[in-house]
Protein backbone atom coordinates (compact mmCIF):
# COMPACT_ATOMS: atom_id res chain seq x y z
CA UNK A 1 0.00 0.00 0.00
CA UNK A 2 1.73 3.31 -1.40
CA UNK A 3 0.39 6.69 -0.29
CA UNK A 4 0.31 9.09 -3.77
CA UNK A 5 0.87 12.24 -3.18
CA UNK A 6 0.11 15.10 -5.63
CA UNK A 7 3.06 17.54 -6.20
CA UNK A 8 2.32 19.39 -8.76
CA UNK A 9 -0.69 20.69 -6.35
CA UNK A 10 1.18 23.25 -4.26
CA UNK A 11 -0.79 25.03 -1.24
CA UNK A 12 0.55 28.28 -1.16
CA UNK A 13 0.32 30.09 2.25
CA UNK A 14 -1.51 33.48 2.06
CA UNK A 15 -0.21 36.24 4.49
CA UNK A 16 -2.33 39.13 6.01
CA UNK A 17 -0.74 41.92 4.10
CA UNK A 18 1.14 44.37 6.78
CA UNK A 19 1.11 47.34 4.90
CA UNK A 20 -2.47 47.98 3.62
CA UNK A 21 -3.92 51.11 1.39
CA UNK A 22 -3.56 53.46 4.23
CA UNK A 23 0.11 53.10 4.50
CA UNK A 24 0.13 52.28 0.40
CA UNK A 25 -1.10 56.41 0.17
CA UNK A 26 1.17 58.11 2.84
CA UNK A 27 4.09 56.36 1.11
CA UNK A 28 3.06 57.62 -2.22
CA UNK A 29 2.73 61.12 -0.67
CA UNK A 30 6.06 61.17 0.93
CA UNK A 31 8.00 60.00 -1.81
CA UNK A 32 6.81 62.84 -4.38
CA UNK A 33 7.06 65.41 -1.21
CA UNK A 34 10.65 64.14 -1.16
CA UNK A 35 11.11 64.59 -5.27
CA UNK A 36 10.86 60.92 -5.93
CA UNK A 37 13.93 59.09 -4.26
CA UNK A 38 14.50 54.78 -4.87
CA UNK A 39 13.44 52.99 -2.08
CA UNK A 40 17.09 52.47 0.10
CA UNK A 41 17.42 56.65 0.33
CA UNK A 42 13.29 57.21 1.34
CA UNK A 43 13.69 54.99 3.92
CA UNK A 44 17.14 56.90 5.47
CA UNK A 45 14.71 60.39 5.19
CA UNK A 46 11.39 58.94 6.62
CA UNK A 47 12.67 59.07 10.14
CA UNK A 48 13.58 63.00 9.70
CA UNK A 49 11.12 64.01 7.38
CA UNK A 50 7.47 62.61 9.38
CA UNK A 51 8.05 64.55 12.52
CA UNK A 52 8.94 67.64 10.27
CA UNK A 53 5.54 67.10 8.36
CA UNK A 54 3.26 66.49 11.78
CA UNK A 55 4.84 69.53 13.44
CA UNK A 56 3.97 72.15 10.46
CA UNK A 57 0.83 70.03 9.85
CA UNK A 58 1.59 69.48 6.53
CA UNK A 59 0.91 65.59 6.68
CA UNK A 60 -1.59 63.83 9.33
CA UNK A 61 -1.45 60.48 10.02
CA UNK A 62 -2.80 58.00 12.32
CA UNK A 63 -0.19 56.39 15.03
CA UNK A 64 -0.30 52.93 13.38
CA UNK A 65 0.48 53.97 10.11
CA UNK A 66 3.29 56.21 11.30
CA UNK A 67 4.86 53.07 12.84
CA UNK A 68 4.24 51.03 10.36
CA UNK A 69 6.21 53.88 7.95
CA UNK A 70 9.28 53.66 10.49
CA UNK A 71 9.09 50.23 10.48
CA UNK A 72 9.14 49.71 6.76
CA UNK A 73 11.62 47.69 4.75
CA UNK A 74 13.67 49.76 1.33
CA UNK A 75 12.78 46.75 -0.72
CA UNK A 76 9.01 46.80 0.24
CA UNK A 77 9.65 50.56 -0.14
CA UNK A 78 10.44 49.87 -3.63
CA UNK A 79 7.56 47.14 -4.31
CA UNK A 80 4.43 49.17 -3.37
CA UNK A 81 6.17 52.12 -4.92
CA UNK A 82 6.85 49.88 -8.63
CA UNK A 83 3.14 50.63 -10.04
CA UNK A 84 3.85 54.59 -9.53
CA UNK A 85 6.97 54.28 -11.24
CA UNK A 86 5.26 52.64 -14.18
CA UNK A 87 3.14 55.39 -14.29
CA UNK A 88 5.60 58.41 -14.19
CA UNK A 89 8.26 56.29 -16.41
CA UNK A 90 8.90 57.84 -19.91
CA UNK A 91 7.66 55.81 -22.91
CA UNK A 92 10.07 55.32 -25.70
CA UNK A 93 9.98 58.33 -28.43
CA UNK A 94 11.80 56.36 -31.21
CA UNK A 95 11.23 52.88 -33.11
CA UNK A 96 14.47 53.58 -35.08
CA UNK A 97 17.92 52.19 -34.61
Sequence with gaps: MAIQIDVKSKIKRKRKPIYDE????????????????????LKAILPKIIPKLKFFNEFTFEKEVEEKLLKISAATIDRILSSEKEKLSLKERSKTK
Design 22 to 41: KVKKALINLWKISYFPCGKR
